[in-house]
């Protein structure tokens, strides 16, 4: 939707923007550390909060629908083999790269710049996408509504405690910012719950908005508000360079040869199989995950699973060697 620059809406899009990509860095968000976790240490604790990320999501919208704000309804896609094989290459290219779109955002914030050719890799992998299969997915009738209601007293307990839970979270950072002491750290359900909150906002304020987004339909040909997604990325890598810096990364890191190719080859191919989902793991976990999308469930659980084989198989090798 075309947005007038200096109006307020944009402001606070900017702000939520910036204040996503802060949380992403902050808390190391990245399903490929996630499913690490899980593997090495038997915790789950960033998977789960990935997970509370899409009901905060689902919290607001809910919210928000009970106020009858006008938002944008999602779009569900048909289940087919393409879900499953695009979660397997979401999986293979984000152990390729060292990051999913969201990790390479946080790695982006710690200075370490070859994860930006990411961009062109995914771009690349949805223009081959087009190129091998075509550039329509098969689309089902859904309900916006389906899924997401929940009663109005949960809505108004959770909703409050996920704006105290933010507002305390961004407290202690501008607090420790400003006294000039060690930078709060924030733990993943702190950034998780600000990501959703963020997002929610964003997409009811501005719509479709996300870098997966904006790349695959620059792929397909449409350059429509490109102009005013671009500065909202831009919003968005600044709020994680800001958290970088605030964290103790502050060079840039030149990055080598090896990491640019993995990078632009794990881009690509998550954005071949973004294409055949259709979708990026940041828009299956904020809109796939809480408006309960079937094909988006099935999508990042064999993201999920390909990831843990990968790396399952990578220390299986290294323990022999």
Partial sequence: MPVALVSVAFLVALL????????????????????AELIDR????RLIAMLEAGLWVALVMTLTSLLHWPRSAPVAHAISLGTVAGGVLLGLGATVNGACLF??????GSGEVGFAAVLPGYLGGIVGHDRLFGAE????????????????????????????????????TVRSATAERRPHLWNPHEAT????????????????????????????????????RLILFAALLGGARLAGQRHGWS???APSARQLLASFAGGALMGL????????????????????????????????????????LQRHLASRL
Wanted: proline share 5%.
């Fill in 251 to 253: 060079p840039w890191i």
């Fill in 193 to 228: 719950l600000v990501i959703g909150v963020t997002f929610a906002i964003l997409m009811l304020d501005v719509g479709a908005w996300t870098y997966s987004d904006l790349l695959a339909d620059l792929a397909h040909g449409s350059r429509a508000d490109a102009g005013w």
């Fill in 103 to 108: 990790g390479s955002v946080a790695r982006f």
């Fill in 42 to 45: 038997r915790r789950a604790t």
């Fill in 137 to 172: 997915a098969p689309t089902l009738p859904w309900d916006a509504t389906a899924g997401w209601h929940m009663p109005g007293v949960l809505v108004l307990g959770f909703g409050g405690y996920a704006g105290l839970r933010t507002l305390r979270t961004i407290y202690w």
């Fill in 273 to 312: 199989g973004g294409g055949l989902i259709p979708g990026g793991n940041d828009g299956l976990v904020l809109v796939g995950l809480p408006f309960l999308l079937p094909y988006a469930w099935l999508a990042l659980a064999s993201m999920a699973l390909t990831i843990a084989l990968v790396l399952w």
């Fill in 16 to 35: 939520c923007a910036g204040l996503m990509g802060y949380a992403i860095q902050s808390g190391a968000t990245c399903t490929v550390y996630a499913v």
